[in-house]
């Protein structure tokens, strides 16, 4: 280490991001465990990482099924000098989930759009001229297998606000036992309505680049497609977690040591069977849409109140 504004990634270090990334809810002695230090020590660590602004932040990310939209369309946008008004005519189309700004002049910007609306997708390449749509995914949103409870968007909306907040103190704010919003929590975790990332500022992540990878699957791709995917990026880069699963539409979480690393993965991910496409994006900064979340949230928290003093 040469100071925290020269701070240098080492092997445990990496381990602890891969941890974080694949949930970053894991508490510190979790992470010592699972890479060989005590709880101490992952805390440190972490500690480090945070002020050397190697991490930038926890958060949430909850899939928007749960408020009843069917699709989320991730688009590709060059578009160097309008951005905001491109944006803005977004809005009219859907919900902005994800807005990432990339390298080489490239915006990733994920949208929410439900099941009624699905024709505005075909309007896009129109409606967002003078902005070139370089790439267009569409995901399908699987049918939600849990049945969702007032207790459970309660418990969203805490870890909205801070997604590392202890299960004792969620209980205490939505005044259920712990081992409820444990066990609700486990539910949401288990069934993909919710899951914990972090925000890493690429600067600061001397010698490694971290990447995503959006991949487009046929209609009849089986699970065996996606394991050969995850196979081929693990075998090529230091950290390949998947992420968003959808119908037809995965992503994963990549960190690699060079850019040259790149090209070789994602030629050898769109020639397996089952891959229609793929595209690799490198972020620079990014910021999620929780407003809307929150929203759609609170008038779900209402509605289950307004039927409960119905009956």
């Given at each position: 280490m040469v100071g925290l504004k020269g701070y240098?990634?080492?092997k445990k270090d990496i381990d602890i991001l891969r941890v974080l990334i694949r949930d970053s809810r894991s508490s510190y002695r979790q992470i010592g465990l699972s890479i060989g230090l005590s709880t101490n020590a992952a805390k440190a660590r972490i500690s480090r990482l945070i002020s050397s602004g190697v991490i930038r932040q926890f958060f949430t990310s909850i899939n928007v099924a749960a408020f009843r939209y069917s699709k989320?369309?991730?688009?590709?946008?060059?578009?160097?000098?309008?951005?905001?008004?491109?944006?803005?005519?977004?809005k009219l189309l859907g919900q902005m989930v994800l807005e990432v700004e990339g390298i080489g002049g490239i915006s990733l910007i994920a949208i929410?759009?439900?099941?009624?609306?699905?024709?505005?997708?075909?309007?896009?390449?129109?409606?967002?001229?003078?902005?070139?749509?370089?790439?267009?995914?569409?995901?399908?949103?699987?049918?939600?297998?849990?049945?969702?409870r007032k207790t459970d968007f309660k418990i969203l909306k805490c870890l909205?606000?801070?997604?590392?907040?202890?299960?004792?103190?969620?209980?205490?704010?939505?005044?259920?036992?712990?081992?409820?919003?444990?066990?609700?929590?486990?539910?949401?975790?288990?069934?993909?309505?919710?899951?914990?990332?972090v925000a890493?500022?690429?600067?600061?992540?001397?010698?490694?680049?971290?990447?995503?990878?959006?991949?487009?699957?046929?209609t009849n791709a089986s699970q065996k497609t996606i394991r050969l995917v995850q196979e081929v990026l693990e075998?090529?880069?230091?950290?390949?977690l998947p992420m968003i699963h959808q119908e037809n539409v995965t992503s994963f979480q990549l960190v690699v040591?060079?850019?040259?690393?790149?090209?070789?993965?994602?030629?050898?991910?769109?020639?397996?069977?089952?891959?229609?496409?793929?595209?690799?994006?490198?972020?620079?900064?990014?910021?999620?849409?929780?407003?809307?979340?929150?929203?759609?949230?609170?008038?779900?928290?209402n509605a289950n109140e307004k039927h409960h003093n119905i009956l």
């Open positions: 240098i990634l080492d989320l369309c991730y688009l590709f946008i060059r578009n160097s000098k309008s951005i905001d008004e491109t944006l803005s005519r977004i929410a759009i439900r099941k009624n609306d699905e024709v505005k997708i075909e309007l896009l390449t129109e409606a967002l001229k003078p902005a070139l749509i370089q790439n267009l995914f569409v995901g399908q949103s699987s049918p939600l297998k849990l049945r969702l909205l606000s801070d997604p590392r907040m202890e299960i004792s103190e969620i209980a205490k704010r939505i005044s259920v036992s712990s081992k409820t919003a444990g066990d609700r929590l486990a539910k949401l975790k288990e069934n993909r309505i919710v899951m914990f990332n890493t500022d690429p600067v600061n992540m001397k010698g490694y680049i971290r990447c995503g990878m959006l991949v487009r699957l046929d075998s090529q880069f230091i950290i390949a040591n060079s850019i040259f690393e790149i090209d070789p993965a994602l030629k050898k991910v769109e020639s397996l069977d089952g891959v229609k496409s793929a595209e690799v994006f490198i972020p620079q900064r990014g910021r999620m849409h929780q407003d809307w979340i929150l929203r759609e949230i609170d008038e779900n928290i």
